[in-house]
C-alpha cells in the first residue's frame, strides 16, 4: 500500500486507523455519494463513485474519457475527494490502475493509509445580509485573450469557500474553471486575495429584472495568514448577526 502524506495544511485533520477509514469509504460506496478525481498538476476534475471494496483494495469508475484514464494511471499523485454531508473526505493514491468491474470499465487502487476528514464545523458557512454588500472582485482573461474585471457579490462566506452572486451574468457558467486573481472583501476597511475554484453554479431568472449567475466557490491553496482572517470575520459576522437577533427579540416590533 502507498504512503499518502497529507499536506501539513490537513495533517491535524488525518485519520490513520485503517477501521474508521474503511468505515468512511463504506460510507461513500453504500450511499453511492460521488467523488472527484484531480491530478495535482491539472485543474481537471473528474466524477466518479466507488463500486466495490475488498482486502485492501478498492474500485472506482473510470473517467468516460480514455485519454483522462491514461493521464490518472500514468500519473504518480491523484487526489480524489468527497462531501458526505457537507463534510470534507480527501485522500491520494501514487498507483491507479485501469481494470473492469462487473462491466464497468473501472480505475483500482489500494484503500489508503491515511485520508483527511475536516468536519462541518470546520466549514461552517454562514449567510451574508444583502445590507452588508460585500464585494468580490475577479480577474480573469476570456480564451478569446480579452482582459476582464467583474465585481460579484458574496451571499454566504466558509473557511472553505464562498457564494457568490453575478447580478451582471458576466461570469460564464462554468464549473471547476479557477480564478487566480480574486479580492476578498471583508468588512469596510479589509480585504484578502484568493484563488477560487466555482464547483456549482446556476442561472436564475427572476419575474421582474435580468438574470441572476449564482455560483458556489471553494478557496484553492489559502494561505494561512489569508484564511485565518477570514475565520476572524466569519466570527465576527456571526457575533453581529446574534447581537442583531437578540436585539430584535427584546424589542419586538409593535
Not at 7 to 17: F, N, P, T
Not at 130 to 147: N, V
Given at each position: 500500500?502507498?504512503?499518502?502524506?497529507?499536506?501539513?495544511?490537513?495533517?491535524r485533520?488525518?485519520?490513520?486507523?485503517?477501521?474508521?477509514?474503511?468505515?468512511?469509504?463504506?460510507?461513500?460506496?453504500k450511499?453511492?455519494?460521488?467523488?472527484?478525481?484531480?491530478?495535482?498538476?491539472t485543474?481537471?476534475?473528474?466524477?466518479?463513485s466507488?463500486?466495490?471494496?475488498?482486502?485492501?483494495?478498492?474500485?472506482?469508475?473510470?473517467?468516460?474519457?480514455?485519454?483522462?484514464?491514461?493521464?490518472?494511471?500514468?500519473s504518480?499523485?491523484?487526489?480524489?475527494?468527497?462531501?458526505?454531508?457537507?463534510?470534507?473526505?480527501?485522500?491520494?493514491?501514487?498507483?491507479?490502475?485501469?481494470?473492469?468491474?462487473?462491466?464497468?470499465?473501472?480505475?483500482?487502487?489500494?484503500?489508503?493509509e491515511?485520508?483527511?476528514?475536516?468536519?462541518?464545523?470546520?466549514?461552517?458557512?454562514?449567510?451574508?445580509p444583502?445590507?452588508?454588500?460585500?464585494?468580490?472582485?475577479?480577474?480573469?482573461?476570456?480564451?478569446?485573450?480579452?482582459?476582464?474585471?467583474?465585481?460579484?457579490a458574496?451571499?454566504?462566506?466558509?473557511?472553505?469557500?464562498?457564494?457568490?452572486?453575478?447580478?451582471?451574468?458576466?461570469?460564464?457558467?462554468?464549473?471547476?474553471?479557477?480564478?487566480?486573481?480574486?479580492?476578498?472583501?471583508?468588512?469596510?476597511?479589509?480585504?484578502?486575495?484568493?484563488?477560487?475554484?466555482?464547483?456549482?453554479?446556476f442561472?436564475?431568472?427572476?419575474?421582474?429584472?435580468?438574470?441572476?449567475h449564482?455560483?458556489?466557490?471553494?478557496?484553492?491553496e489559502?494561505?494561512?495568514?489569508?484564511?485565518?482572517?477570514?475565520?476572524?470575520?466569519?466570527?465576527?459576522?456571526?457575533?453581529?448577526?446574534?447581537?442583531?437577533?437578540?436585539?430584535?427579540?427584546?424589542?419586538?416590533?409593535?
Amino acid at each position: 500500500m502507498q504512503n499518502n502524506e497529507p499536506d501539513l495544511e490537513d495533517a491535524r485533520y488525518q485519520v490513520s486507523s485503517k477501521r474508521e477509514i474503511i468505515a468512511l469509504l463504506s460510507t461513500l460506496m453504500k450511499e453511492n455519494l460521488e467523488l472527484s478525481i484531480r491530478l495535482r498538476d491539472t485543474e481537471e476534475a473528474i466524477a466518479t463513485s466507488i463500486l466495490r471494496m475488498e482486502d485492501d483494495v478498492m474500485f472506482v469508475k473510470a473517467a468516460p474519457d480514455p485519454t483522462l484514464n491514461k493521464a490518472i494511471t500514468e500519473s504518480s499523485d491523484v487526489v480524489f475527494a468527497a462531501n458526505p454531508r457537507n463534510a470534507l473526505i480527501k485522500f491520494s493514491a501514487k498507483h491507479v490502475h485501469h481494470t473492469e468491474v462487473e462491466h464497468y470499465l473501472a480505475l483500482k487502487l489500494d484503500i489508503p493509509e491515511q485520508l483527511v476528514r475536516i468536519q462541518r464545523r470546520e466549514f461552517f458557512r454562514i449567510a451574508v445580509p444583502a445590507s452588508s454588500a460585500l464585494r468580490c472582485k475577479i480577474s480573469f482573461t476570456t480564451p478569446e485573450g480579452k482582459f476582464n474585471l467583474v465585481w460579484v457579490a458574496i451571499s454566504n462566506i466558509s473557511a472553505g469557500g464562498i457564494g457568490i452572486i453575478d447580478k451582471n451574468a458576466a461570469l460564464p457558467l462554468d464549473t471547476n474553471v479557477v480564478y487566480d486573481d480574486c479580492q476578498l472583501e471583508l468588512g469596510v476597511a479589509a480585504s484578502v486575495r484568493v484563488r477560487l475554484r466555482v464547483r456549482s453554479s446556476f442561472r436564475e431568472e427572476p419575474a421582474v429584472g435580468d438574470p441572476l449567475h449564482h455560483f458556489g466557490c471553494e478557496f484553492v491553496e489559502t494561505p494561512r495568514a489569508v484564511l485565518a482572517s477570514i475565520q476572524r470575520f466569519i466570527l465576527q459576522l456571526e457575533r453581529e448577526q446574534n447581537a442583531q437577533k437578540i436585539k430584535v427579540k427584546d424589542h419586538p416590533s409593535q
